[in-house]
């Protein structure tokens, strides 16, 4: 499968904690999105990479969200302090190229704050 | 400030026949609109795309119109299968500008009844 993968699936934390979150974009694609997704709601941009540039963060990433990409491959979203609120999906797509072309999403981490 | 609207939160539809799903933006400056379907415990899966140079776009049976003077787009799909039967988000991006976000609906959940 050569997708977008993200790991883990399902994460359960306790208020307060930090988690982390992986993101393995497909091969050949250089850049790379986190979104966001509550119930009810579309996907929510979060953050843009382009290699290991991180060129656009969207006002939802508080200060508590940091995300990284330091060999312009995998992504990494850790988020510091988890307050309920942040229970989501968090979805990673990537893309091959410059523009809203097609952006093609894996799987997602489904987070709860308990 | 819900740039893209998708007013219709489901539509059930008999097999066979078609289903139209559709899509408003207020931004103008979007020049590039995308549809997406998405299946529970899954991420979206790209359909189909148009810019905003044509005012249709055909993949199989898979159909999205555009009509820029009233920000208006639809997604057509004729014969509907019970396999169709999902989440279908719109989307929509600036080509070439400085962020590659794309901005999504809240969705149509479709029912494609056997």
């Known amino acids: 499968d050569t997708g977008v993968s993200q790991d883990p699936r399902h994460k359960i934390t306790k208020r307060g904690q930090n988690v982390t979150f992986r993101c393995d974009p497909i091969?050949?694609?250089?850049?790379l999105y986190w979104y966001r997704q509550t119930l009810g709601q579309g996907p929510e941009f979060l953050t843009y990479?382009?290699?290991?540039?991180?060129?656009?963060k969207s006002r939802l990433l508080s200060d508590r969200f940091s995300a990284e990409r330091p060999k312009g491959s995998f992504s990494t979203l850790e988020i510091q302090r988890t307050e309920q609120g942040d229970s989501a999906m968090y979805l990673c797509?990537?893309?091959?190229?410059?523009?809203?072309?097609?952006?093609?999403f894996g799987p997602g981490t489904r987070l709860t704050v308990t | 400030d819900q740039q893209v609207k998708q007013n219709s939160p489901s539509l059930s539809v008999q097999e066979g026949r078609i289903s139209i799903l559709n899509c408003d933006y207020t931004?103008?400056?979007?020049?590039?609109f995308l549809w997406y379907k998405k299946y529970p415990a899954e991420g979206p899966t790209f359909l189909i795309s148009?810019?905003?140079?044509?005012d249709k776009n055909e993949d199989g049976r898979f159909t999205v119109f555009l009509n820029k003077s009233a920000k208006h787009l639809s997604l057509h799909i004729v014969p509907s299968q019970p396999g169709d039967s999902a989440v279908y988000f719109c989307?929509?991006?600036?080509?070439?500008?400085?962020?590659?976000?794309?901005?999504f609906g809240t969705g149509t959940l479709l029912a494609v009844q056997p």
């Open positions: 797509a990537s893309s091959p190229r410059q523009g809203p072309y097609e952006q093609y």
């Open positions: 091969s050949e694609h250089n850049r």
């Open positions: 990479f382009q290699n290991e540039a991180q060129l656009e």
């Open positions: 931004n103008s400056m979007f020049d590039y």
């Open positions: 148009i810019s905003s140079i044509k």
């Open positions: 989307a929509a991006g600036r080509w070439g500008g400085a962020t590659n976000k794309l901005i």
